[in-house]
């Protein structure tokens, strides 16, 4: 068993920078690939990002590639996802989401475990 929790979210104007957190407890970190998702009112939850156990490899889904990095550091149990010019399409519930799996998910169903979300929110 793992728990995450999001952190970092908030309101920024177009074209600003955020950077979320997630912070895991429990199991041995790096044990669980990592991913990040987001859903918008109405939308489908869909992959951001995502993180092998050991940080070697990295998955980001097109919309948001060149703009967005994903990081984490397993000594402190934490992902990051470093958010950069931001668009209003961006605006969304951001979650963090871990599983023991040996290879980066891109759906929701690749996922355990989830944290509650922290809201990001891109005004124009």
């Known amino acids: 068993q793992v728990q995450l929790v999001e952190s970092g979210g908030g309101l920024v104007q177009t074209g600003g920078s955020l950077r979320l957190s997630c912070v895991a407890s429990?199991?041995?970190?790096?044990?669980?690939?990592v991913g990040w998702f987001r859903q918008a009112p109405g939308k489908e939850r869909e992959f951001v990002a995502g993180?092998?156990?050991?940080?070697?490899?990295?998955d980001y889904a097109d919309s948001v590639k060149g703009r967005f990095v994903i990081s984490r550091d397993n000594a402190k149990g934490a992902v990051y996802l470093q958010m950069n010019s931001l668009k209003p399409e961006d605006t969304a519930l951001y979650y963090c989401?871990?599983?023991?799996?040996?290879?980066?998910?891109?759906?929701?169903?690749?996922?355990?475990?989830w944290g509650q979300g922290t809201q990001v929110t891109v005004s124009s």
């Open positions: 989401a871990a599983d023991a799996a040996l290879r980066i998910g891109v759906g929701p169903k690749d996922y355990n475990y």
């Open positions: 429990g199991r041995i970190f790096n044990l669980y690939v």
């Open positions: 993180i092998s156990r050991l940080g070697g490899s990295k």
